[in-house]
Nanobody, 126 residues
Framework: QVQLVESGGGLVQAGGSLRLSCAASGRTFSNYAMGWFRQAPGKEREFVTGINWNGAVTYYVGSVKGRFTISRDNAENTVYLQMNSLTPYDTAVYYC???????????????????WGQGTQVTVSS
């Protein structure tokens, strides 16, 4: 089992920034690719970004590319999501997820991820 706990969400004005953290425990963190998903009210949970086991490979969906940055610290068992230039469209509950994968690829669908955090709310006001 892997336990994931997100933090760092909150209310921010459009154009502002937030940094989300996801602390992992329970298994060897570096055995997992990590992803961030988000779910807006009335919408499906969607993949936002992911990072492979050693941080060498990252992937972003087009709507956040250039604004969001994912990173990880395997010594601290933590993955981060730096979000800049936020817009109201970024308002959602953000979830981190762990995928048992030691490779230079990243899963981009919900079904590929094995463990999930409880989510943290991000609200961007206009």
């Amino acid at each position: 089992q892997v336990q994931l706990v997100e933090s760092g969400g909150g209310l921010v004005q459009a154009g502002g920034s937030l940094r989300l953290s996801c602390a992992a425990s329970g298994r060897t963190f570096s055995n997992y690719a990590m992803g961030w998903f988000r779910q807006a009210p009335g919408k499906e949970r969607e993949f936002v970004t992911g990072i492979n086991w050693n941080g060498a490979v990252t992937y972003y969906v087009g709507s956040v590319k250039g604004r969001f940055t994912i990173s990880r610290d395997n010594a601290e068992n933590t993955v981060y999501l730096q979000m800049n230039s936020l817009t109201p469209y970024d308002t959602a509950v953000y979830y981190c997820a762990a995928e048992r994968r030691i490779a230079y690829t990243i899963g981009t669908t919900r079904s590929q991820y094995d463990y999930w955090g409880q989510g943290t709310q991000v609200t961007v006001s206009s």
